[in-house]
Structures are given as structure tokens and as C-alpha cells.
């Protein structure tokens, strides 16, 4: 047990999971709204998204990169595939052709990023407003709305008492979970973001690592932007906004450092429970948005404050 609490990592996560467990003692106890089944299912349906995001955001931050693009590939994504089925594309097909093109728009930022050798903030940043505005011109900047309503059923229906979205991305962060863990590419991330000049000289193809890295994030991004398309029933070219700030808040919060090399999915997930806890409880209580993004930023600068005195 010593030995246990001495590891940094995991003394990190019980003190994360200790914080979302105060978080919900403390809203329980301000608002007899909070603690109720129906209000955990809406907690987990609404990080469900931010998780989506967060996952593909720490693999790019365990690398040493960051992804700004993240909330504008799932716009236009999620564009394309309300596009399709209201086309009459079926909702199978469509949401395919979508996790393809997510996949392209991220592998588009790795390309960049790996071999031009430009830097991962400046070349998202870019490709933010690109793919925002390419959202905003196929869109004319209106919602699509009229699409399948046998997919918006079955995003919003239970699987038995838990609801597909939640189910969705449980089993994207599992399968994330067992990649960084056992198998050799999530060993890979850790070393490009750990010292990508010694993995480059060890033999790894960095740029290859990185590229899949920045495509896997476009891929997470679309899977959430399918879990979005069900729960609000239209395509919003605005959809996504502010979601980068989210993902990263997460990874931080999970212990995720942006100097790379360090991150965690059990982390990003306990993250995401917190960020949508706190919105959740305060918009419960009536506290306007602007204090809940400001609460986020606080909470996001005690994360880097802890990450950098927990390395020393």
C-alpha cells in the first residue's frame, strides 16, 4: 500500500477521483435535484461527447502535440453525415463516410505537422477556422435539420438502462485504455512524446506515429459529433465550439502533460465526470455560463500547476 501511494500517478488519480467525489457531496447537498438516476444518466450522456473529443486529445498531447481542430472536425463531419441522410443516404453509410472524413481531416493536420515540420498549435489553429468555414459554406451557415428520425431514436433510446451514447464511448476509452497499455503503438506515443529525436533514431517512423495520432483524433472527433447529431436531432455549423478547451481541460485534469510523453485514459475520463459535474451541478443552482467557463480555466490551471510541481 506504501509503495503505492508513493507513485505519483497513482496518488494522482485518487486525489481526482477524491474531487469529483466532493464535487457531488457538495451539489447533492446545495440541491435536492442532483442526486437522482435520471440526472447521472444526463451527466454521463453529456460527457459522453467531451469524452469522445478528450480520448483522441490525449493520445495528441501524450505525443507532445496539441489539436485545435478538434471542435471544427466535428462540425463538418457531423455536417456531412446530417447532409447525406437527409439526401436519403442510409444512417449506417453516412455515419461511415463521416468517420472517414474525420479521419482524413485529422490525418491532413498530421501530414502537416510531421512533414513539414510545423508546429502542432499553429497548424490546428489554422485548420480550426478552415474547417469551420468550409462548415459554414456547405451549410450556407444553417442547421440541417429533417434527417433520419430512426437515428435520433436510437441515439436517444436506453439500452436497457444505459443509453447507446454512454455505451459508445466506454467502449472507444476501453479500446484506448488496451492500445496505450499492450500494444506497441501506444508504447510508440509515449516514447515520440518522451524524446521523438531518440524514437526516431531507435528505428520508429515518427512521422507515420504522429500522422495516425492526428487521423485517430479526427476519428474520436466525428464519433462525437454522431453521439451530438442524435441528442440535439440537427447538424449546427457552430456545433463543437469551445470543445478543444474541453478535451484538454480533461487530459490535464487526468494528468496529461503537454510537454508530452505523460497521459492517462482513466484520468481523462474521471476529467471529463468533472468538468461535467461542475456544469451540470452549477447550472442546477442557476449560476450563469460565463462563471462555469471560468471555473473551467481555474480548474484547468490548477491541473498545470499540479503536473508541474508533481515532476520535480
Known amino acids: 500500500m506504501k509503495k503505492l501511494l508513493k507513485n505519483p500517478n497513482i496518488t494522482r488519480k485518487i ?8 464535487l457531488m457531496v457538495v451539489f447533492t447537498a446545495l440541491t435536492n435535484k442532483f442526486f437522482s438516476v435520471s440526472n447521472f444518466l444526463n451527466i454521463l450522456q453529456q460527457a459522453a461527447i467531451n469524452l469522445c473529443v478528450a480520448v483522441g486529445m490525449t493520445f495528441v498531447i501524450i505525443t507532445g502535440g496539441i489539436d485545435l481542430s478538434v471542435g471544427s472536425v466535428m462540425a463538418l ?22 468517420l472517414f472524413a ?6 491532413v493536420n498530421g501530414l502537416m505537422i510531421a512533414k513539414l515540420s510545423l ?8 485548420t480550426m477556422s478552415a474547417y469551420r468555414g468550409i462548415t459554414l459554406i456547405i451549410s450556407n451557415g444553417l442547421p440541417v435539420r429533417g434527417f433520419s428520425t430512426s437515428y435520433v431514436n436510437f441515439m436517444n433510446s436506453l439500452n436497457g438502462i444505459i443509453p447507446f451514447p454512454i455505451v459508445l464511448s466506454l467502449i472507444l ?3 484506448a485504455l488496451v492500445v496505450l497499455r ?4 501506444g508504447q510508440y506515443l509515449f516514447a515520440v512524446g518522451g524524446n521523438e529525436e531518440a524514437t526516431r533514431l531507435s ?8 500522422i495516425l495520432t492526428y487521423a485517430l ?8 459529433a454522431v453521439i451530438f447529431l442524435g441528442r440535439l436531432g440537427a447538424a449546427d455549423p457552430q456545433a463543437g465550439n469551445g470543445y478543444e478547451m474541453n478535451a484538454i481541460a480533461a487530459a490535464a485534469i487526468g494528468g496529461a502533460s503537454l510537454a508530452g510523453g505523460k497521459g492517462s485514459i482513466v484520468g481523462t475520463i474521471i476529467g471529463c465526470l468533472i468538468l461535467q459535474t461542475l456544469n451540470n451541478g452549477l447550472t442546477l443552482l442557476n449560476v450563469q455560463s460565463f462563471y462555469q467557463t471560468f471555473a473551467i480555466g481555474i480548474i484547468v490551471l490548477i491541473a498545470t500547476i499540479i503536473d508541474r510541481y508533481s515532476s520535480k
Open 102 to 107: 474525420g479521419a482524413a481531416f485529422g490525418a
Open 217 to 224: 483524433s479526427g476519428f474520436t472527433s466525428t464519433l462525437a
Open 77 to 98: 463531419s457531423g455536417m456531412i453525415m446530417a447532409m447525406l441522410m437527409e439526401a436519403g443516404v442510409s444512417p449506417v453509410l453516412a455515419v461511415l463516410i463521416g
Open 182 to 185: 499492450y500494444f506497441k503503438f
Open 203 to 210: 528505428g520508429i517512423n515518427t512521422a507515420k506515429i504522429k
Open 119 to 126: 508546429q502542432p498549435f499553429l497548424v490546428t489553429l489554422g
Open 173 to 175: 476509452a476501453l479500446i
Open 15 to 22: 486525489g481526482i477521483i477524491a474531487s469529483l467525489l466532493v
